[in-house]
C-alpha cells in the first residue's frame, strides 16, 4: 500500500491545521489507520488511532482534546484535525496502517505500513 501523506505547513500556536493521508493499493483488510509524529531530536511516538469503520478511536495524552482523527474510506483518505496547535506540537507527522488485530496498540513496529512524513511547525 501507498500513503501519501499532506496539509502540513508553518503556523501560529494556537492555530489549526488539518492533515490527510491518501491510500493506494492493496493493504491489510479492513486497516487500523493510525498517525504518529517525530520531532527534532525525539523518537517518532503514537498520536492517534481509528477503526475500519471510523467508529472509534484513541488518542495520546498530549493530543487528546485538540486532535481528531477521522477517515473516509470512500476516498480512501484518513485525516488528521489539529487544534490549539502549541510549538511542542513540531514535528513530521506520518500516517500508518495496520490490521484490525493491531486494534488498541500505539507501537510504531505494529504498523506495517507507512507514508512519507509532512512537517507541521507551530511557532510561539
Known amino acids: 500500500v501507498q500513503l501519501q501523506a499532506s496539509g502540513g505547513g508553518l503556523v501560529q500556536a494556537g492555530g489549526s491545521l488539518r492533515l490527510s493521508c491518501a491510500a493506494s493499493g492493496r493493504t491489510f483488510s479492513r486497516p487500523v489507520m493510525g498517525w504518529f509524529r517525530q520531532a527534532p531530536g525525539k523518537e517518532r511516538e503514537f498520536v492517534a488511532a481509528?477503526?475500519?469503520?471510523?467508529?472509534?478511536?484513541y488518542y495520546a495524552d498530549s493530543v487528546k482534546g485538540r486532535f481528531t482523527i477521522s477517515r473516509d474510506n470512500a476516498k480512501n483518505t484518513v485525516y488528521l484535525q489539529m487544534n490549539s496547535l502549541k510549538p511542542e506540537d513540531t514535528a513530521v507527522y506520518y500516517c500508518?496502517?495496520?490490521?484490525?488485530?493491531?486494534?488498541?496498540?500505539?507501537?510504531?513496529?505494529?504498523?506495517?505500513?507507512w507514508g512519507q512524513g509532512t512537517l507541521v511547525t507551530v511557532s510561539s
Open positions: 500508518a496502517a495496520t490490521s484490525p488485530t493491531g486494534w488498541g496498540t500505539r507501537s510504531l513496529a505494529d504498523f506495517g505500513s
Open positions: 481509528i477503526s475500519w469503520n471510523g467508529g472509534m478511536t
